[in-house]
Nanobody
Framework: QLQLVESGGGSVQPGGSLRLSCAAS????????VGWFRQAPGKEREGVSC???????WYADSVKGRFTIVRDNAQNAVYLQMNRVNPEDTAVYSC?????????????????????WGQGTQVTVSS
């Protein structure tokens, strides 16, 4: 049974950086597509970024050019490097994984509530 644990959240000033980690256990992550989602208070959950098992990536328009998703199969983890953050990035960030069979189009529609989700990590951007 795959289990995901996020870490790396915290408080950061606008313009700063954070690196979120999504560490997997119970199964090798290299056969899974992995996504990062976020949910701000009073808002719906939204896709931030995702990466397929063969390395194709997708980013929400709001984070393109600022965030980078990277997978490290040796560490059994996926990372989200967040640069030039702004207050609109404040949210609980969660990672999700779905077993990938064959080549698939990358995007947030890959994932649903029945996939493997972590518990989330809070990111707060304020001065």
């Amino acid at each position: 049974q795959l289990q995901l644990v996020e870490s790396g959240g915290g408080s950061v000033q606008p313009g700063g950086s954070l690196r979120l980690s999504c560490a997997a256990s119970g199964s090798a992550l290299d056969h899974y597509a992995v996504g990062w989602f976020r949910q701000a208070p009073g808002k719906e959950r939204e896709g931030v970024s995702c990466i397929t098992s063969d390395g194709n990536t997708w980013y929400a328009d709001s984070v393109k050019g600022r965030f980078t998703i990277v997978r490290d199969n040796a560490q059994n983890a996926v990372y989200l490097q967040m640069n030039r953050v702004n207050p609109e990035d404040t949210a609980v960030y969660s990672c999700v994984a779905v077993f990938q069979i064959g080549r698939i189009p990358v995007g947030p529609d890959l994932f649903d509530d029945d996939n493997y989700w972590g518990q989330g990590t809070q990111v707060t951007v304020s001065s």
